[in-house]
């Protein structure tokens, strides 16, 4: 069964720093394309950024570029989203996914919370 669990998100003020992490577990995590997908309050979900299973990163939607930076641990079937500079707009429910865009994932997790506001 695969298993895609976030952690990490929480509320943090503009400008500030979180980082989110998803263990996965189910599949074979080194050869997958994984992602990190987010819905934002009344808007449609989009993909936030991409990674290959050897790490090298696929897709960076251009809002979070030079902000936000995908990584994974292999080891640790662990993925993660740095995100810096926080803004308002970048509020959202943040998913991480198995897969890559302009595809919809194949798997998903329930996702974290991710506020940002003063």
């Known amino acids: 069964e695969v298993q895609l669990m976030e952690s990490g998100g929480g509320l943090v003020q503009p400008g500030g720093s979180l980082r989110v992490s998803c263990a996965a577990s189910g599949f074979t995590f080194s050869s997958s394309d994984m992602g990190w997908v987010r819905q934002a309050p009344g808007k449609a979900a989009e993909w936030v950024s991409s990674?290959?299973?050897?790490?090298?990163?696929?897709y960076v939607t251009p809002s979070v570029m030079g902000r936000f930076t995908i990584s994974r641990d292999n080891a640790k079937n662990t993925l993660y989203l740095q995100m810096d500079s926080l803004k308002t707009e970048d509020t959202g429910v943040y998913f991480c996914?198995?897969?890559?865009?302009?595809?919809?994932?194949?798997?998903r997790g329930q996702g974290t919370q991710v506020t940002v506001s003063s």
């Open positions: 990674i290959d299973g050897r790490g090298d990163i696929i």
């Open positions: 996914a198995q897969g890559r865009p302009p595809a919809g994932p194949n798997y």
